[in-house]
C-alpha cells in the first residue's frame, strides 16, 4: 500500500484515492499505463530528485517483490487491499463523496481547521455504512490526532486549543488512542468520549492493556448504571477501600428448670435469663458496592470522579439534567427560570 501510494502521488500529482488504489492493485494492464505515463514524465525532465527516487523504489518493489509472489501469496494479499478499497468503489454515492476530482474537494487538512477554529462533524449512520463509517472514523481520528501533536513541533507559536467529542467510542476506538490521550495535554487537547462500558472497548481492541490505557488517560469520569462487571470491578479498584464498621449482635436464653407441655405442646422454663452480646468491628471494603451500579444509580444520575485542575475531588453521586428538562430554580445565581435550559455531555 505505502509503495502504491508512493507511485500514485508521481502520476495524480500528489492526489491519492482509495480508487486510483483499487485499479493499480486489482485491474490488469494499469500498473503498466501509468509506468509508461511516468516514463514520459522522467524523459522530460519534470521529475525532481526526490520523485526520481520514490519512482525507482516503487518498481523495485513492483517489478522484483510484489509480482515474483507465489500466485497463492498474491491472491491473498490483493484480497486483504481489496477489502478497505471495495468499500469505496463498490458504491457510487462513497466513490463521489470520498474519491472525487482533485477540483471537488472541499476538505482536506486540519492544520487550516485547527487555525481557524472550524468545528468538523463525521455524521454516518453506522447501520446504514457499518464498515465504511468505522473506516473513515478511523482515519479522521488519526488525521486530527496526527495535525493535533504536530502542532508540538512548531516552536514558533503555542498550540490552538482543539476538543474531540466522540459518542459510541467503543466502535471506533483504536490502540494508538492511548498513545494520544497520554500527549495531548501538552497539545491543549480536551477528549470527551462515552461508550457503554469498558468490555466494549476491550471487545473491539482485544487487548485489556490497551484497554487500561485508554481508561487511565481519561481523567475525568462521569458513570451511569451498569452490569458489567469488569466496569463495575475497575471502578472499585479506582475508587479504592474505606473503613467501615460491622456490628454482630446476639441474644441467648437459659433455662435451669425445662419442661415439656403435652397440653400445649411446647418447653416451659422456669428460673430463665436472657443475655444479649453486641461486637463492633472494622474492616476495609470497597466505597461502593456492586450494588450501587446495578441498582442505586437512577436514571439520570451519575457517579463522578472529577479533578479540579489541582486535585482529585471526593467522587460523589450527581445529578444530571438533560437539555430537553426544566432546568431547576436555584436562589444563588447559578440558574433560573429566565436562563435557557443546558446540557450536560
Same mark, same amino acid.
Given at each position: 500500500?505505502a509503495?502504491?501510494?508512493?507511485?500514485c502521488?508521481l502520476y495524480n500529482?500528489?492526489?491519492?484515492?482509495?480508487?486510483?488504489?483499487?485499479?493499480?492493485?486489482?485491474?490488469?494492464g494499469?500498473?503498466?499505463?501509468?509506468?509508461?505515463y511516468?516514463?514520459?514524465?522522467?524523459l522530460?525532465g519534470?521529475m525532481s530528485?526526490?520523485?526520481?527516487y520514490?519512482l525507482?523504489?516503487?518498481?523495485?518493489?513492483?517489478?522484483e517483490?510484489?509480482?515474483?509472489?507465489?500466485?497463492?501469496?498474491l491472491?491473498?494479499?490483493k484480497?486483504?487491499?481489496?477489502?478497505? #478499497?471495495?468499500?469505496?468503489? @463498490?458504491? %457510487? +454515492?462513497s *466513490? &463521489?463523496?470520498?474519491?472525487?476530482?482533485?477540483?471537488?474537494?472541499?476538505f482536506?487538512?486540519?492544520?487550516?481547521v485547527?487555525?481557524s477554529?472550524?468545528i468538523?462533524?463525521?455524521n454516518?449512520?453506522i447501520?446504514?455504512y457499518?464498515?465504511l463509517?468505522?473506516?473513515i472514523?478511523?482515519?479522521?481520528?488519526l488525521?486530527?490526532q496526527?495535525?493535533?501533536?504536530?502542532?508540538?513541533?512548531?516552536?514558533?507559536s503555542l498550540?490552538?486549543?482543539t476538543?474531540?467529542?466522540?459518542?459510541?467510542?467503543?466502535?471506533?476506538?483504536?490502540?494508538?488512542?492511548?498513545?494520544?490521550f497520554?500527549?495531548?495535554?501538552?497539545?491543549?487537547?480536551?477528549?470527551?468520549v462515552a #461508550?457503554?462500558?469498558?468490555t @466494549?472497548? %476491550? +471487545?473491539t *481492541? &482485544?487487548?485489556?492493556?490497551t484497554?487500561?490505557v485508554?481508561v487511565?488517560?481519561?481523567?475525568?469520569?462521569?458513570?451511569?448504571r451498569?452490569?458489567?462487571?469488569f466496569?463495575?470491578?475497575?471502578?472499585?479498584?479506582?475508587?479504592?477501600?474505606?473503613?467501615?464498621?460491622k456490628?454482630t449482635?446476639?441474644?441467648s436464653?437459659?433455662?435451669n428448670?425445662?419442661?415439656?407441655s403435652?397440653?400445649t405442646n411446647?418447653?416451659?422454663?422456669k428460673k430463665s435469663?436472657?443475655?444479649e452480646?453486641?461486637?463492633?468491628?472494622?474492616y476495609?471494603?470497597?466505597?461502593?458496592?456492586?450494588?450501587f451500579?446495578?441498582q442505586?444509580?437512577e436514571?439520570?444520575?451519575?457517579?463522578?470522579?472529577?479533578?479540579?485542575?489541582?486535585?482529585i475531588m471526593k467522587?460523589?453521586?450527581?445529578k444530571m439534567?438533560?437539555?430537553?428538562s426544566?432546568a431547576?430554580?436555584t436562589s444563588?445565581g447559578?440558574?433560573?427560570?429566565?436562563?435557557?435550559?443546558?446540557?450536560i455531555?
Amino acid at each position: 500500500m505505502a509503495e502504491s501510494i508512493k507511485l500514485c502521488r508521481l502520476y495524480n500529482d500528489g492526489y491519492v484515492t482509495f480508487a486510483e488504489l483499487h485499479k493499480l492493485i486489482n485491474t490488469n494492464g494499469y500498473y503498466k499505463e501509468k509506468l509508461a505515463y511516468l516514463r514520459e514524465m522522467f524523459l522530460s525532465g519534470s521529475m525532481s530528485d526526490e520523485d526520481i527516487y520514490n519512482l525507482n523504489s516503487s518498481i523495485t518493489f513492483f517489478e522484483e517483490e510484489f509480482m515474483q509472489l507465489d500466485p497463492r501469496t498474491l491472491s491473498i494479499l490483493k484480497s486483504e487491499i481489496t477489502r478497505i #478499497t471495495s468499500t469505496f468503489v @463498490s458504491d %457510487l +454515492n462513497s *466513490l &463521489n463523496t470520498f474519491c472525487p476530482d482533485k477540483e471537488d474537494i472541499t476538505f482536506s487538512r486540519f492544520d487550516e481547521v485547527i487555525r481557524s477554529g472550524k468545528i468538523v462533524v463525521l455524521n454516518m449512520n453506522i447501520a446504514e455504512y457499518k464498515n465504511l463509517s468505522k473506516i473513515i472514523a478511523a482515519y479522521l481520528k488519526l488525521d486530527f490526532q496526527s495535525e493535533v501533536l504536530l502542532q508540538l513541533a512548531n516552536n514558533t507559536s503555542l498550540p490552538h486549543p482543539t476538543v474531540f467529542i466522540c459518542d459510541e467510542f467503543h466502535e471506533y476506538v483504536t490502540s494508538t488512542d492511548g498513545d494520544f490521550f497520554a500527549q495531548r495535554r501538552e497539545a491543549k487537547c480536551i477528549n470527551i468520549v462515552a #461508550t457503554q462500558s469498558y468490555t @466494549s472497548l %476491550l +471487545n473491539t *481492541l &482485544n487487548n485489556s492493556s490497551t484497554v487500561r490505557v485508554i481508561v487511565q488517560n481519561l481523567i475525568n469520569k462521569l458513570w451511569f448504571r451498569t452490569d458489567d462487571s469488569f466496569t463495575i470491578e475497575d471502578i472499585q479498584k479506582q475508587i479504592g477501600k474505606e473503613d467501615k464498621s460491622k456490628t454482630t449482635k446476639s441474644i441467648s436464653e437459659n433455662a435451669n428448670e425445662t419442661h415439656y407441655s403435652y397440653f400445649t405442646n411446647s418447653l416451659q422454663s422456669k428460673k430463665s435469663s436472657v443475655s444479649e452480646s453486641i461486637s463492633s468491628s472494622i474492616y476495609s471494603d470497597f466505597v461502593y458496592d456492586t450494588n450501587f451500579f446495578t441498582q442505586d444509580l437512577e436514571l439520570f444520575t451519575c457517579l463522578s470522579f472529577l479533578s479540579d485542575g489541582y486535585k482529585i475531588m471526593k467522587p460523589a453521586k450527581l445529578k444530571m439534567f438533560p437539555y430537553f428538562s426544566e432546568a431547576p430554580d436555584t436562589s444563588h445565581g447559578k440558574l433560573n427560570k429566565n436562563e435557557n435550559k443546558y446540557k450536560i455531555i
